[in-house]
């Protein structure tokens, strides 16, 4: 296996049953492990907004109802858009480079976040763009999938990338679980700890992919295969199913908890 600056590697065949025992294995284990913990913040990030919407009255804020789906509508839009380039980006700047800055820039919806909820006189206008950037944590999920493809055997491809995908995924829960106990430490509602909690966390992983994940120079896109794959049936066939299930998973989850507060208010 031969190495150049900045983790690259220059050969990586996965496929050779040899190089594959020796040399990839755990390689290609770091690497997902790794990914995993940057894509599952990514998620919990993209999803902060449902659990926080709720208490925003409480906190002071009169925003109608509206105005707080639109908090909600406006993360899934972005994170919907961002997959195709995240996509791409792993290719041009490496899965190691891109992991840690995708993971870092989303310091960036979580501080304002946190600025945001500290005072009722925050402008709707500045929520809809945090809430906009949080929807750069949608778009991790692609990054992280197609960088994952690229470090393990066809024959273990498919177990690998579900791990990762059922991983990531989790952070969606993790968030509606945990933040509502974390914002509730303390003395009176701490709204803002709902952003802060998750900047230590972003910072760790960060570090950790560039510290310890890998770039592969054979990690190409195949201008070919995509667009034979954009004229098979099958494709736009799985699209769809795809839109079904994964769709409603996150858009159930993003709006469960307001519909619920919504429709059993004042009935606890």
Not at 187 to 194: D, R, S
Request: charged share 10%; hydrophobic share 55%.
């Amino acid at each position: 296996m031969n190495r150049h600056g900045g983790r690259w590697i220059d050969h990586w065949e996965p496929d050779d049953p040899a190089f594959w025992r020796r040399t990839g294995r755990p390689i290609a284990v770091r690497n997902l492990a790794l990914s995993i913990l940057a894509e599952n913040l990514g998620f919990s990030v993209w999803i902060l907004m449902s659990v926080v919407v709720t208490y925003l009255g409480q906190a002071g804020f009169r925003f109608d109802v509206t105005q707080t789906f639109w908090l909600l509508i406006v993360p899934n839009l972005v994170g919907a858009a961002l997959r195709v380039p995240y996509t791409f980006a792993v290719p041009r700047f490496g899965g190691r480079g891109f992991t840690a800055l995708s993971a870092l820039v989303l310091l960036v919806p979580t501080g304002m976040l946190a600025v945001a909820v500290s005072d009722p006189r925050t402008p709707y206008w500045f929520f809809l763009l945090t809430a906009a950037l949080m929807g750069l944590g949608g778009g991790n999920f692609s990054a992280s999938m197609a960088n994952i493809s690229f470090f393990f055997p066809e024959s273990r491809k498919g177990v690998a990338l579900g791990i990762n995908a059922a991983a990531g995924n989790l952070g969606v829960a993790v968030a509606q679980l945990v933040v509502p106990v974390v914002i509730h430490l303390g003395t009176g509602l701490q709204l803002a700890y709902a952003a802060l909690m998750w900047m230590p966390l972003l910072i760790v992983a960060a570090a950790a992919a560039w510290l310890r994940m890998d770039s592969l120079t054979s990690a190409k896109p195949d201008g070919v295969s995509y667009r034979l794959a954009m004229r098979a049936r099958q494709t736009w066939v799985m699209s769809f199913l795809y839109i079904g299930t994964f769709g409603s998973f996150i858009g159930f989850s993003f709006t469960f908890p307001l519909l619920v507060q919504q429709e059993f208010a004042g009935r606890a």
